[in-house]
């Protein structure tokens, strides 16, 4: 999902994560609800002079239920990354405006996971918050599949890139939070 021309010599991708699929589920329900709903509506449509009129604004009404409430959901899903690399933490989201933010390994200084729900904990997703000694701080990745592996796999590559960095002397410049 990350391009390999945004990486740096190097550097290698561990991780790349969508939020979890739980998050198209109401989106996917939407759209079971309203094709029915939209399709029954219009052949309800009493016969008349005004029988196709009625037919196309119900046609209408029904796709744009669905443009607002099941696809954009899932377009907003689908430009939704996380990646772990053997550098930094890169998030990217948004689908006509885009935004993200990197973080480095080297800036690490915490990470820690919340299952805010049962289901989230049955689901094994939750929020994995990075505290970093960069002067944003937090990154916070909400509904990350398999939250507590991905926290164990962003620790050990801290450590890793702590014991790289000591074992080569380098103490140059690090990756800014972006």
Request: charged share 20%; hydrophobic share 45%.
């Given at each position: 999902?990350?391009?390999?021309?945004?990486?740096?010599?190097?550097?290698?991708?561990?991780?790349?994560?969508?939020?979890?699929?739980?998050?198209?589920?109401?989106?996917?329900?939407?759209?079971?609800?309203?094709?029915?709903?939209?399709?029954?509506?219009?052949?309800?449509?009493?016969?008349?002079?005004?029988?196709?009129?009625?037919?196309?604004?119900?046609?209408?009404?029904?796709?744009?239920?669905?443009?607002?409430?099941?696809?954009?959901?899932f377009l907003n899903w689908l430009a939704t990354t996380y990646a772990?690399?053997?550098?930094?933490?890169?998030?990217?989201?948004?689908?006509?405006?885009?935004?993200?933010?990197?973080?480095?390994?080297?800036?690490?200084?915490?990470?820690?996971?919340?299952?805010?729900?049962?289901?989230?904990?049955?689901?094994?997703?939750g929020t994995l918050t990075v505290e970093s000694g960069g002067e944003?701080?937090?990154?916070?990745?909400r509904d990350v599949p398999g939250v507590e592996d991905v926290q164990?796999?962003?620790?050990?590559?801290?450590?890793?890139?702590?014991?790289?960095?000591?074992?080569?002397?380098?103490?140059?410049?690090?990756?800014?939070?972006?």
């Amino acid at each position: 999902m990350i391009p390999q021309r945004l990486l740096g010599h190097d550097e290698h991708v561990v991780l790349s994560l969508r939020p979890h699929w739980k998050e198209v589920v109401p989106a996917a329900l939407v759209l079971l609800v309203t094709v029915p709903l939209t399709s029954y509506a219009a052949a309800v449509v009493p016969v008349g002079s005004t029988q196709t009129w009625l037919r196309w604004v119900v046609a209408a009404a029904g796709l744009l239920v669905l443009a607002r409430w099941s696809l954009w959901p899932f377009l907003n899903w689908l430009a939704t990354t996380y990646a772990v690399t053997t550098a930094r933490i890169i998030t990217r989201q948004g689908v006509l405006a885009r935004s993200g933010r990197d973080m480095p390994l080297s800036r690490v200084n915490d990470v820690s996971f919340e299952h805010s729900s049962v289901l989230e904990r049955v689901l094994r997703c939750g929020t994995l918050t990075v505290e970093s000694g960069g002067e944003r701080g937090q990154l916070v990745l909400r509904d990350v599949p398999g939250v507590e592996d991905v926290q164990r796999e962003v620790y050990r590559l801290a450590e890793e890139d702590e014991l790289r960095r000591r074992a080569t002397g380098y103490d140059g410049p690090v990756l800014e939070d972006h």
